[in-house]
Nanobody, 125 residues
């Protein structure tokens, strides 16, 4: 599975940003999709994951209520809508895919099979 993320940028605190990830090379609906992020000097952390159909999603507590995942299985895309952004959301965001949906995403041990290159999100105060 190849994953291409886009949509990062520089915004101010309180603004919104939408990340998108385009998948190719496999049957998209066979994969749960999600996002991780890594801030400078910190370990990579789970952001959210969405089920194969898009009917369910799970979020990290730090983003719950502000970030929303969606997917379009006809276009092989998954989106992360980020609202009410905070400076602590600044990080490189990585799209990911795995046939499983569960603790392989939210830990405590991340065990996701496919990763895209990251896209930088910077939130200024």
């Amino acid at each position: 599975v190849q994953l291409q993320a886009s949509g990062g940028g520089l915004v101010q605190a309180g603004d919104s940003l939408r990340l998108s990830c385009l998948a190719s090379g496999a049957t998209f609906r066979d994969y749960a999709m999600g996002w991780f992020r890594q801030a400078p000097g910190k370990e990579r952390e789970f952001v959210g994951a969405i089920t194969w159909s898009g009917a369910g999603a799970y979020y990290a507590d730090s983003v719950k209520g502000r970030f929303t995942l969606s997917r379009d299985n006809t276009r092989n895309t998954v989106a992360l809508q980020m609202n009410s952004l905070k400076p602590e959301d600044t990080a490189v965001y990585y799209c990911a895919a795995d046939v499983r949906y569960g603790s392989s995403w939210w830990g405590p041990v991340y065990d996701v099979d496919y990763w895209g290159k990251g896209t930088q999100v910077t939130v200024s105060s």
